[in-house]
């Protein structure tokens, strides 16, 4: 989380004290990124596509987009009818081919949908190499550390998310130089639903990140507020919490067992399709204060309330807002790996780029440790590659920079670390980074700092 982000997240969470038993611990969330997923959009006639102009030494090409195609036929292999992705199936709706001796380029417009495109390399015999080529698909506007997903040379075997936006650009690379063909295909969301809780077009998936799902409820449009019990879970319980309509003067605050809480959200926008699998906030309730001075344990009953508040400071009554809808959802985390001596725990598995990848390789710092330099590669498969810190509680800030380049200032505080949250890499195979992180506040015990890499499990 940048720094800006994370005064305003903490400002909006002040309601959560360190004297009132549910605190975060700092650096333990993984925030998600919300995604807007409502209606499907239909792309095949909407793509937009070209083979970008190549020059190689004495020869130039002059060559017309190609026409998007429709059928599932592309460069001379069939494209899957559907995909399936963090458990949302996704169905073809178009794609671009063209040779495989330049570059090719895809344009999406703008939606408010997730969408997935998946890619082949189909070498031919009158190039410098016969037989599988991959190719390497670059998200033009993300930046270089990024960019590519290397893949596509048994066609189409793998997928890169397009997240909810846009519009959207990218280019598919060939590995080696062939003659034969390539091309991309688009996917969008289909009307399939997941396991989970559902209703008012969102869904509270039965796992998230290898989060199982405890209990989930989902208002009706002007209903104030939502309640359901869970036990409590050994270790993080994690709650998501939805609000969606035109008022942006109103926000959730969430109790338990009617005490206090937290509030956040905005009831502006829209609602995510895959609710469970947004923007979360996470603590420890087992051994923590109740109001009469006991303690929560590991299988206590408690009713979670998330409620539709106007956005202000101090006490207020739930309020009924017309077309508004409220929901919340509870899981228990997976056992994370931890770091002994500092704050640092790293979920084992994590959906990133619409696949799920589990983690291969954690490297941590010692206890207090003003800087972790750390070089990550050559990668032998694409490897999604996590940074972060973590540490008991108090506040801290640090810095990253990736080849000497800087990637941005972190913070987390005594109410945990909020959404998007750590700072991610993506590297294909062969590729290799040096990360330097380097506290930025003063001497801290129990600071720790990590680097963890993940294999694709899916």
């Known amino acids: 989380m940048r720094i800006d982000d994370l005064r305003t997240t903490l400002a909006e969470h002040a309601d959560l004290a360190h004297d009132d038993g549910l605190h975060g611990r700092a650096g333990a969330v993984r925030g998600r990124v919300r995604a807007v997923r409502r209606r499907r959009a239909v792309v095949a006639a909407a793509c937009v596509a070209g083979a970008v102009l190549a020059v190689p030494a ?50 999406l417009p703008a939606t408010d949908e997730p969408r997935l ?78 396991p989970g809780v559902s209703g008012q077009g969102i869904v509270f998936r039965d796992q998230v990140d290898g989060a199982e799902l405890l209990g989930a409820a989902i208002g009706r449009p002007g209903q104030a507020s939502v309640s359901f019990e869970v036990e409590v879970p050994e270790g993080m319980l994690r709650l998501t919490d939805v609000c969606t309509a035109d008022a942006q003067d109103h926000m959730i605050r969430v109790r338990v067992d009617g005490e206090r809480g937290w509030s956040g959200t905005s009831c502006a926008g829209s609602a995510p399709r895959d609710a469970g699998g ?49 929901a919340l959802g509870a899981y228990a ?72 380049e800087p990637l941005g200032k972190s913070a987390a505080g005594p109410s945990g ?10 590297l294909t195979p062969g590729e290799s980074r040096t990360v330097v992180q380097r506290r930025l506040t003063g001497p801290d015990e129990t600071l720790g700092f990590y680097v963890a890499e993940y294999e694709l499990a899916d």
């Open 58 to 107: 004495l020869r130039a090409l002059e060559v017309a987009p190609p026409e998007p195609a429709s059928e599932r036929d592309l460069a001379g292999r069939t494209a899957p009818e559907s995909l399936v992705s963090n458990g949302f199936t996704y169905d073809f709706s178009g794609g671009v081919e063209g040779p495989a001796d330049r570059p090719l380029d895809l344009r």
């Open 117 to 194: 495109v998946s890619w082949t390399v189909n070498a031919g015999t009158g190039g410098a190499v016969e037989g599988p080529v991959t190719g390497s698909l670059v998200d033009r506007q993300a930046g270089e550390l990024t960019a590519g997903w290397t893949g596509g040379a048994r066609g189409f075997e793998t997928w890169r998310l397009v997240p909810p936006g846009g519009p959207a650009s990218y280019r598919l690379v060939p590995a080696a130089e062939t003659d034969g063909e390539m091309a991309i295909a688009v996917y969008t969301l289909g009307d399939e639903v997941p």
């Open 278 to 326: 947004g923007g979360w906030f996470g603590f420890e309730l087992a051994g923590t204060k109740k109001e009469d001075g006991g303690r929560f344990r590991v299988g206590d009953t408690v009713e979670l309330t998330a409620s539709i508040h106007p956005d202000q400071r101090g006490p207020s009554r739930p309020v009924s807002v017309p077309g508004a809808f409220v």
């Open 333 to 404: 985390d997976g056992a994370p790996a931890r770091v002994a001596g500092t704050g640092i725990e790293v979920d084992r598995l994590i959906e990133r780029e619409g696949h799920t990848w589990a983690l291969a390789d954690l490297v941590a710092s010692e206890p207090g440790a003003d800087v972790l330099e750390h070089r990550v590669g050559p990668v032998r498969e694409t490897t999604f590659v996590e940074v972060g810190a973590g540490n008991d509680g108090r506040d801290v800030r640090w810095s990253t920079s990736v080849d000497g």
């Open 417 to 426: 670390s909020y959404g998007p949250g750590d700072d991610t890499l993506l």
